[in-house]
Every structure is written in C-alpha cells, then in structure tokens.
C-alpha cells in the first residue's frame, strides 16, 4: 500500500471513550507506517498522547459549529498535510458530514459514509418505523419535541423508562419528575427530539460491523456486555456467535442499504427471550481494536473497502469465548504538547475564533497550577 | 440433548462456555464428566449406572442427587424437561 495519510477524529479514551483512539490502533497494527491525523476538539482527548497514537494533532471546530467552520479547518490542515482518507467517528460528525461526500471529494478525500436517508431511518426517533419494516422488536417509544406531553407519554410508557437524546446520553428515571428533569436537561444540551423508551431488562449484546452500501456485510463481531458502568457502558464484553441475532443484523443493514461501519445494540428480553433493538450506531464502537487482537481487523478492512471496493480475504470469525475488560491507564502529556498542537503551521488556525475558543480553557488550566487539570 | 447442550464448549477444566449466549459456567466435581456424556447421547440411567459403578455411593442417594443435577440443567435448557 502507497504511503497514505488518515485522519480520524475521536480520540477520547476516558470515562465515556470514542472510538478513534482504538481505530488508530488498528491500523497500525495491519500497516505500522501509516500516517495518521488525529483530529481532536479537545487537547484534553486522551488519546493524543498515548504511545500508538496518531503522528500529528490538529484541533477542530465542533461539530455544532457547522460545515463551513469545519471545511474551513479541514482545508487548512489539508494544506499542511494531504489527507487521502477521513475516518468520522462521532455519532454528530457523521451527522453533519453524510451530506458532503462531493466535497471530499472534490478534495480528494475518500470517506465511506451510509446515505443520508439511512442515517435518518436508523435515528433513535425513527427505529420504530425501521424495526417493523423489518419485523424486528424494539421497546415501546414515544418522541417528544418538547415537555408539553410528558404526563402523556409516562401514562403510555408505565415506569421506569429511558430518556434518551438524539445522539448522545440516556438516563433511567423512575417518575414523572424524572421524565421531565431528565428532557428539560437532554433539550438543553442536545435539541429537540428527546426520546421516552420502555425499558427492557436482559442481557446486552452488541455487533459490529461494515456495510457495503448494497445491502452486505462485509465483517461483523458479536459480543455480550458482560460489565456495565453505571452510565451503561461496556467495560466488558465477550464473543458469542448466534445465528438468530445475525439475521436480524443481516436484515437490517440490508433495509438500510448501509454503506460504513456500524454497531448494533439489542438486549435479549428476559421476559419474552427475543432480541429487541436498542439502538444503531453509525459508526465503529470504542472496542473496535478489541477484534483485531483476535485477527479481525475492522480498520483495516474498512481501509481496504474504502480503496479497493472490497476486502481481499474474508475475515476470520472472532472465536466465541474471546473476551475483553477495559483497562484505563494513564497517558502522560506536558505543557509542550499543547505548543506542539499549534506549532508553527497551526498559528492560522489559532488565531481563527473557533480553534481559540477550544485552545484557551486548557491553557488556562495548565498554566493555574491550582488548577488540579478537571474540565467541563 | 437440546442445542444448547450440543454447542457447549467445555475446557480441560470445568468450564463451560455456551457459544451463543456467551455465558460460562464453572461444572464441579463429576458434573464435567457427566455434561460430556450427556453430549455424547447418554440417557439418565446410563449417568446412574456411571455414578453406582464409579462412586462409593448407595443408588437413592445417587438418584437424588442426578434428579437435582438433571433439574438444573433443564432450568438452564441443556436437557429436556423429564416428562
């Protein structure tokens, strides 16, 4: 393979960790001299300063900034550095991005980035509608724009229930306050809709996989959580293969026509011991280098789809059994990164009001030495 | 035999991990062994004569004890419910 620069975004590894940081990994465990971009919101994101992390850093407007902010960056750290691939890895980039595959590529950037009218289909609000297009069970939802219907929604729901945001965070509430403490804060921080969900008790089980963008699954991995924070995140899991839950991922990304990566949450009702459809997530999950230990590089493959249409052999099946724990280390970083992150090529964009505005809280933090580094 | 108990993969040392569910279970004692033979077609009785032959243990204690090895493996679908 030519010498080809990537670029990945989230690099956070930390209570709620992103999956950019394991992607890295496995790149480099198929093709250790990659160049690899690290595109970072935060110099905060952990992953910038571990040891098989990317060869360069550049800040980036959020997401929330909108396209014109975010290409402006783009052209600027592409000026500097050419980038041939672009690996979105948040649920908001993908998001903004899923519209723009013309402007990658009139930069020559490739991206593999499902249609905007799949990513629609698979949003939290919208499962209903998918699942029974594809007879598949899903907790019963209601989607409020605003508070008004709360007491109407907790009558149809029964307690407790999720409160879930269109991207991110979901909180377990158990009354009627709760509902409407936890959607005021959730329309707060994230927009309208904030979606209710019956809550279904069982086992955890997550796939992931690559799309081909014809109905295919080019890879999948299976797992079963076998520990959850308490912010509902698995610390753990294991391999399980299991025929019924492939079908029901196959018909899925086959509805959606899914073109990129994705994981597929589901949990196996106890009460009735059927998989009920949680959640679809557009994008590789944060163990995605937990596979590729295992000799099923997701990464790589999806590098591989993405250059030549196709991955050149099957992957092998991750053996059931195979399991990971999540193991948090520390990552040091000096005052230095931070100069290096502006360098001398990145002054443009430090004088530019959105990477200022991202660049300052942290300076500010280091040079306090009261300050014991905690951000918002 | 159900599926379940036919996937079981069962390690030199007593553990059990159900391929599907992801599940794993630690078998104690002559449990591994008579998990195997179950696996291998065996029937109840088959396990009885095996407990009798190869235990210092009298037949209704032997019994009692399969009936409540047996029932916990139908509680986990490894064996069809005795009718």
């Known amino acids: 393979m030519k010498q080809l620069c990537v670029a990945v975004t989230g690099l956070q590894r930390g209570e709620n960790p992103q999956p950019g940081a394991g992607i890295i990994r496995s790149l480099r465990r198929a093709w250790p001299s990659l160049h690899i971009l690290g595109l970072v919101y935060d110099v905060m994101e952990s992953g910038i300063y571990a040891e098989d992390g990317p060869d360069e850093v550049h800040l980036m407007p959020y997401p929330s900034s909108g396209v014109a902010a975010f290409f402006e960056r783009l052209d600027a750290v592409h000026s500097w550095c050419p980038i041939d691939i672009l690996i979105p890895t948040l649920d908001a980039e993908i998001a903004l991005l899923v519209n723009l595959r013309q402007e990658f590529a009139r930069r020559g950037i490739q991206v593999f980035l499902p249609e905007a009218n799949s990513l629609q289909r698979r949003a939290k609000q919208n499962l209903p509608e998918l699942a029974e297009a594809c007879d598949v069970a899903v907790p019963k939802t209601v989607v409020l724009h605003d508070t008004a219907r709360t007491h109407q929604a907790v009558a149809d729901l029964g307690m407790p229930l999720l409160v879930k945001g269109p991207y991110y965070d979901a909180q377990l509430v158990y009354n009627t306050a709760g509902v409407h403490a936890a959607a005021t804060h959730l329309l707060a921080e994230w927009g309208a809709p904030v979606i209710l969900q019956q809550r279904v008790t069982g086992p955890e089980f997550n796939v992931m996989g690559i799309g081909d963008g014809m109905g295919n699954i080019v890879a999948q991995c299976s797992v079963r959580k076998t520990i959850v924070s308490d912010k509902g995140k698995g610390l753990g899991a294991i391999v399980v293969r299991d025929e019924t839950l492939d079908r029901l991922c196959g018909k899925l990304i086959r509805e959606l026509c899914w073109r990129g990566p994705f994981e597929i949450e589901l949990i196996r009702d106890t009460a009735s011991g059927g998989y009920v459809l949680i959640e679809i997530n557009p994008r590789f999950p944060a163990w995605v280098d937990f596979p590729s230990m295992l000799g099923s590089n997701f990464a790589a493959a999806l590098l591989e789809v993405i250059l030549e249409g196709h991955i050149s052999r099957a992957m092998p099946p991750c053996r059931p059994g195979a399991f990971f724990v999540r ?46 580094g905690t951000r918002s | 035999m159900t599926s379940t108990l036919q996937n079981l993969r069962i390690d030199g040392r007593g553990i059990a991990l159900d391929p599907v569910t992801g599940e794993t279970f630690r078998l104690v004692g002559c449990a591994t062994h008579l998990v195997r033979m179950l696996q291998d077609g065996a029937t109840a009785d088959t396990l009885l004569r095996h407990l009798l032959e190869g235990y210092d243990v009298d037949e209704a204690t032997a019994r009692r004890d399969l009936d409540t090895f047996l029932s916990r493996l139908e509680q986990l679908n490894w064996v069809e419910a005795a009718s």
């Open chain 1, 327 to 372: 193991h948090q280390i520390e990552v040091v970083g000096d005052v230095s990164n931070y100069g290096g992150l502006i360098g001398d090529v990145d002054i443009d964009a430090v004088i530019a009001p959105q990477p200022l505005s991202l660049f300052q809280p942290a300076c500010d933090e280091v040079v306090d030495s009261s300050s014991t």
